[in-house]
């Protein structure tokens, strides 16, 4: 990798790092605002991901990050993380155009001032699709949602996950198992220190979040089984082995005193967990 990180730690930012964070999160934010009306049937990932990479280059003057997890930088070939269909993240720019029905994701991570935005969003192309690919959109939202309601001083971090795979594995769903597909810790590297899968995992044993932490919920998840791998293509995509279809969001949170900050919304949007659980 180009920067060395320890896995096994996580640093607890100041207000001052957490502001400049926050200074990146809009910045990438606004980049998916932009990004929207392009998303539409008839328009290739090439044309999206050329017009990203004008965005957050020249008009936002940041720098796009496209190290993944794994150290692997596909910055070369790609200005952004595509997903599409089948296709989990990482996907190959290409001059295909998009048809209406597909599930497309963005992800822009970019670095502006040495610190780091990260976040990630869904498009139903033509706003029409089957309702299967309708309700895993809304429910990889609503999993994210519930994540960010989850992070707090003293939460654990397994305890969060186990919540938020219950609630995906309550709809049918599978959380996706793949390289790369997990949340993370964040600043001046994308990722500089925990992974966090948004499922019941070893990794996510004993840690417990502190106020001043900065991480993102970005819960993975798929129609199928939940295998999936990484192929050998120039941006290495990720997909589901059963050709599944497959869906994630993306926010970065700072641990305040008594819950956390979203630091990449949109204009308008609204992460208050939905629980259809609960009688109402």
Known sequence: MNHPVDYDAISVKTPAEIALLRTAGALAAQVLQDLTPYVKPGVSSQRINDIAHDLIVEKYGAEIDREDLSGYDSSAYAAISIAHNEVAFSGEPSGIPLKKGDLFG???????????GDTQRMWIVGEESTAEARLLTAVGYQAMCLGISLVRPGARLQDIARQVQAYVESFGFS????????????????????????????????????????????????????????????????????SSLAVYWEHVVAVTDSGCEVLDLRDGEDVTFYDHRRPR
């Open 106 to 116: 963005v992800d822009v991570s970019l670095r502006k001032n040495g610190w780091c």
């Open 175 to 242: 959380m996706l198992r793949v390289d790369s597909a997990t949340g993370h810790s964040i600043g001046r590297v994308h990722a500089d220190g925990w992974l966090i899968p948004y499922y019941e995992d070893p990794r996510n044993e004993g840690r417990v979040l502190e106020k001043g932490m900065v991480l993102t919920v970005e819960p993975f998840l798929c129609a199928g089984s939940g295998a999936g791998m990484r192929l050998s293509n120039a941006t290495r995509s990720a997909v589901t082995a059963d």
